[in-house]
């Protein structure tokens, strides 16, 4: 049953007062900022025709948000990766995986994350890099280095790609890790001791009674932190990835068209999270329908 | 629990395994790798994104024919200014090529080459916040609000030249000089010639209360400490372009004429 909805008297006085308070702001944005605005060269930002490659290619700003989008991606996976075990070893029995899965929660979430960017990017991070020696791969061109460049990023910005996925991991994952365990201690205790009545192991326990009952509860949650490693991938523009910000700071500092481009890249990024958010709540009503919740 | 114990011990051997490996010199680790890996930031006109999204500057043109002369590839790696020192100690690039001033401080941290370039500093006010403002020494009262970009001389040489007045420290020059269109800074210093530039674009709202500049510093390759060969290279080098007058003729194109501005816009 559902109540329909009607449009009353008080409703358009509220649109009236949302629309001309908008249009204040934008008065006032105009008398006083004394900016002048120039869209022209925007678009080219985006996708410009290259007369060399008789092509059209896709301008700074779309590139960098190809660099958001993978940076996105991979760190949500490996965030997700380490909250669930994270997640799980904080509900462990055993002391150490307990005290190690706090501890990690404890710094990660009491740093402020620009801090927590700095300090890995240059201390920790750069190590693993040279371990694994993306700083001196030359420009490859063989086939894997092709699929490296499409997968993660060209060999040159490898290093500092690979840097800033770990360290957004790392940095999702501690929130996440109490998403999980939030998740796994809200599926009520009779249904692990009934588990345990029937004589399931310890792995079967968690595998078929008590994780699918968490993984509905996580997802709503799961789905807001996801959209926000969007949001924070922002930050690692400060370590100078190529990302959608840096490459918006960038432009502004070359050509002065600071709102254009600060405008141009909210966008962009409300494009990303926004479809993210109507994937997750086509999921969630996916699984309502399957009767999951 | 004892495997625990050995799963947290290995972890920390991997991390002290990985710990950097001091190839001693990075002149012959440029040439081994065959890439130059220069670290900048966007200054305009000392490195910009042209119509096309290539670099393009004077220090862009200056490290390209150095990689050249080397007979190496050049890879830049745009940098946040307020991180590239760090940044360079960290050997995320070989070397900084960026317009940066020599300064005392910064020797502590990094090796200079020889200067090979001078720049000095300029200041831009505001007509209605500071106007008819003549000399240098009426900024300098509490009441005055400067804006500057973090980190560079150009915020050290405010903080000396107006120590009475108030600073506001930015990420870039674009966010400094939107906030004296805004009026809410009397004026801003920065490296010449973009305050110029910026009065000539605003002519009705900005002016220069001094035609000269000030504080004329030396500019140099930064580079870590103790990397001697690389640094004689530099300097041999910088003798050898300030003698042909390659330096000069880049730094006349980039910074006295504006040839280069149907290239940006």
Request: proline share 3%; with cysteine.
């Amino acid at each position: 049953m559902r109540d329909r909805i009607r449009f009353t008297l008080l409703d358009l006085i509220l649109l009236i007062i949302l629309f001309s308070g908008a249009a204040y702001v934008l008065f006032k944005m105009k008398m006083e900022l004394h900016y002048e605005w120039d869209w022209s060269a925007v678009a080219s930002y985006i996708v410009r025709y290259d007369a060399a490659a008789e092509s059209y290619v896709p301008g700074l700003l779309l590139a960098g948000l190809a660099v958001t989008f993978k940076l996105s991606v991979w760190s949500t996976l490996f965030a997700s990766i380490i909250g669930l075990f994270m997640g799980l070893m904080k509900i462990s029995k055993n002391v150490i995986l307990k005290l190690t899965s706090s501890a990690y929660v404890g710094v990660v979430r009491n740093i402020p994350s620009i801090v927590f960017i700095f300090i890995f990017y240059f201390f920790i991070s750069g190590q693993i890099a040279d371990a694994f020696e993306f700083n001196y791969r030359s420009d490859s061109v063989s086939w894997y280095g092709t699929i490296f460049s499409f997968l993660f990023a060209p060999s040159s910005m490898l290093a500092v790609f690979i840097s800033a996925v770990f360290t957004l991991a790392l940095y999702e994952g501690a929130y996440m890790t109490e998403i999980v365990r939030a998740g796994i201690e809200s599926v009520e205790k009779g249904q692990g001791e009934a588990a345990d009545a029937l004589g399931l192991s310890r792995y079967q326990k968690m595998r078929h009674i008590v994780l699918p009952q968490a993984f509905k509860r996580i997802l709503p949650p799961m789905a807001g932190q996801i959209i926000s490693v969007i949001k924070d991938s922002a930050i690692v523009s400060v370590i100078s990835v190529q990302d959608l910000t840096f490459r918006g700071t960038e432009l502004m500092a070359s050509t002065y068209k600071t709102y254009e481009i600060w405008i141009t890249i909210t966008l962009m990024y409300f494009i990303l999270t926004y479809g993210c958010s109507i994937a997750v709540g086509s999921v969630e009503k996916r699984m309502e329908r399957k009767g999951y919740v | 629990m004892k495997r625990s114990v050995l799963i947290i011990l290995s972890i920390i051997l991997m991390f002290s395994g990985c710990a950097k490996k001091d190839s001693g010199n990075q002149l012959d680790e440029v040439k081994k790798r065959g890439v130059l890996r220069v670290g900048m930031s966007t200054f305009v006109p000392w490195a910009m994104n042209d119509k096309a999204g290539n670099l393009i500057g004077f220090e862009i043109d200056v490290a390209t024919e150095l990689a050249k002369d080397m007979g190496v590839k050049i890879e830049f790696v745009p940098t946040k200014w307020s991180g590239i020192i760090p940044a360079l100690l960290t050997g995320k690039f070989d070397v900084i090529i960026g317009g940066m001033g020599i300064t005392e401080e910064r020797a502590k941290k990094v090796d200079f080459s020889d200067p090979y370039d001078f720049s000095g500093m300029s200041i831009v006010a505001s007509r209605k916040k500071a106007p008819d403002f003549k000399d240098l020494a009426s900024f300098n009262k509490s009441e005055i609000l400067i804006a500057a970009r973090l980190g560079t001389t150009a915020a050290e040489a405010a903080k000396k030249n107006f120590p009475n007045a108030q600073l506001k420290l930015f990420d870039d020059e674009a966010q400094a000089i939107q906030e004296l269109l805004t009026d809410r800074v009397h004026a801003v210093v920065a490296s010449s010639p973009l305050p110029e530039y910026q009065a000539i674009k605003y002519n009705s709202r900005f002016y220069l209360p001094v035609e000269n500049t000030f504080e004329n510093e030396p500019v140099g390759f930064a580079m870590k400490k103790g990397e001697e060969s690389l640094k004689e290279y530099f300097n041999s080098w910088i003798k050898k372009k300030t003698g042909d007058g390659f330096l000069k003729e880049r730094k006349n194109y980039w910074f006295k004429t504006r040839d280069w501005e149907k290239r940006v816009e």
